[in-house]
């Protein structure tokens, strides 16, 4: 497998980062993931201006420009032979002795890697996938894709522990978002409800897009906070992310989410997103 590291595309072996990397040391660095469909780039423009947020909100310099960052996400595509999967990039503030204050020059360090996938023909796609609730113990700027996931990884391996797949995090009895990705439920009515953006959730690539389609096909849309109750009584939920695109929650917390198979407005929206990805761009 052959990584990006600070300039260079080399071996995974080969590929190493100083000690003293702030990344390491401190979590001190945001990241983007971009799915990969026919050789394609998804949402790429999109997943490239929230990283440029990302940075700034967190004053680190943005190291290439949107056409850089496209020319390498394209050569590590290339290199690697992928189709269809995930290419994940870092950027972190750098490597300078261990003190919290901003280092003055230090250079902000890039390593990119790709993880080839199944995702259109996913067999989770057709089952969907349970979830659990856990509380969200995540800090106060969810919005910036920060590389901090320490309460991500406790939240999800909980929800593996319970037998589920992703965990929906909750906050004063509303869920903000899944574990790596945004959650949806479908009402009984047939409205799709998600929470609004705030610095509470992430502000999902997948979600945007898939907002958009939803209303060009004329989906009633609610954008509002739901609770864990409402979500147990939902007719359909799912979730969206890079890596997965559209994903029908069949079980939330142990119970059926309505007859606890993927209902016909996610697997619309699925195929719609689906659709969107495979087209080219100009369309
Ligand atoms: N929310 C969180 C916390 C995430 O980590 C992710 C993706 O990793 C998402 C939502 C989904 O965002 P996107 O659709 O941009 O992948």
Do not use: C
Request: hydrophobic share 45%; no cysteine.
């Amino acid at each position: 497998r052959i990584v990006f590291l600070n300039g260079s595309f080399l071996p995974i072996e080969e590929a190493r980062v100083p000690f003293m990397d702030r990344g390491f040391l401190f979590g001190d660095g945001v990241y983007e993931g971009i799915g990969v469909l026919d050789g394609r780039l998804v949402d790429n423009e999109a997943h490239l201006e929230r990283l440029e947020r990302s940075l700034a909100e967190v004053r680190i310099p943005n190291p290439y420009s949107p056409a850089e960052w496209t020319a390498l996400e394209e050569e590590i595509v290339r290199r690697n032979g992928m189709t269809e999967g995930f290419i994940y990039f870092q950027v972190t503030r750098g490597v300078a002795e261990r003190d919290f204050f901003f280092p003055e020059d230090a250079k902000p360090t890039v390593a990119m890697f790709t993880q080839a996938k199944t995702i259109a023909d996913a067999p989770a796609a057709r089952t969907g996938i349970a979830v659990v609730t856990v509380p969200d113990l995540r800090w106060a700027r969810r919005d910036v894709k920060s590389i901090n996931l320490l309460a991500q990884v406790l939240a999800k391996q909980a929800a593996k522990e319970a037998g589920a797949q992703e965990a929906w995090m909750v906050e004063d009895g509303y869920v903000t978002e899944g574990g790596s990705s945004s959650a949806f439920i479908v009402t009984t009515g047939g409205s799709i409800v998600v929470r609004p953006l705030s610095q509470a959730i992430l502000p999902g690539i997948t979600r945007k897009s898939l907002l958009r389609l939803s209303q060009e096909d004329g989906i009633p849309l609610e954008e509002r906070r739901f609770t864990v109750e409402e979500a147990h009584g939902a007719a359909e939920a799912f979730l969206t992310s890079a890596s997965n695109f559209v994903l029908p929650v069949v079980s939330i917390d142990g119970r059926p989410v309505g007859e606890g198979k993927p209902g016909p407005i996610t697997r619309r929206l699925r195929e719609l997103y689906l659709q969107m990805a495979r087209a080219p761009a100009s369309l």
